[in-house]
């Protein structure tokens, strides 16, 4: 059991400067800890859930928020914190819509379903995360299996970065897909972390 009483976040290691920006414009950056788990559990969503349930059992007496979505574990991250009713996470299936928004997503899920998304984190680290992640780096020729459905890149950017834009661009070469990028900041992100959930100091 942790001996921290402070209000505990326990985060996707692809949200740590996102995450950190929020809490910091909300004055609560110091008044809260944070657990990130590994940014590469994108690729293997099946052990989201576990490593989550983890932390959860070590800090049942904490208040607990956990900043994912879904984020391709079936369901099975809603089955864990059924079990803690208290616990609150990210809305949506994955980091692309509550970073967008629901209706924003929707929007662009419904343009053109065969689409690829990136985020910052995910177009800074692509290479590492999705092309060597998938293996293509030693089977390029896997590359039209995994992605011959798809038909471009959306790049949802939190930050006004070019060189995160022209990350994204890049990407999208190297997968042969068309690409767009779209400006969706953190507002609806800001608006998806409880703060006042967070700021309350009684016990859970």
């Given at each position: 059991m942790s001996s921290d009483t402070r209000p505990l976040i326990i985060a996707c290691g692809a949200l740590v400067s996102e995450?950190?920006?929020v809490l910091d414009a909300s004055g609560i950056e110091d008044a809260v800890e944070v657990r990130y788990l590994p940014a590469n559990l994108h690729n293997r969503p099946e052990n989201i859930s576990p490593q989550v349930e983890e932390l959860l059992e070590q800090n049942f007496e904490r208040r607990v928020f956990v900043a994912y979505a879904d984020c391709g574990t079936g369901g099975h991250l809603d089955m864990v914190l059924a079990k803690y009713p208290k616990v609150q996470r990210?809305?949506?299936?994955?980091?692309?819509e509550f970073f967008a928004g629901t209706n924003e997503f929707m929007a662009a899920h419904d343009e053109e379903p065969g689409t690829f998304y990136l985020t910052d984190f995910l177009a800074k680290h692509f290479d590492a995360l999705v092309w060597q992640g998938?293996?293509?780096d030693e089977h390029p020729e896997l590359?039209?299996?995994?992605?011959?459905?798809?038909?471009r890149v959306v790049l949802f950017t939190?930050?006004?970065?070019?060189e995160i834009v022209s990350a994204g661009e890049a990407a999208a070469r190297k997968l042969g897909l068309e690409f767009e990028h779209r400006h969706v900041g953190l507002e609806s992100f800001a608006k998806s972390v409880p703060v006042s959930f967070l700021k309350q100091s009684d016990k859970q």
């Open positions: 995450l950190r920006a990210l809305p949506g299936a994955h980091c692309y998938l293996g293509l590359r039209d299996m995994y992605f011959g459905n798809y038909r939190q930050t006004n970065n070019l």
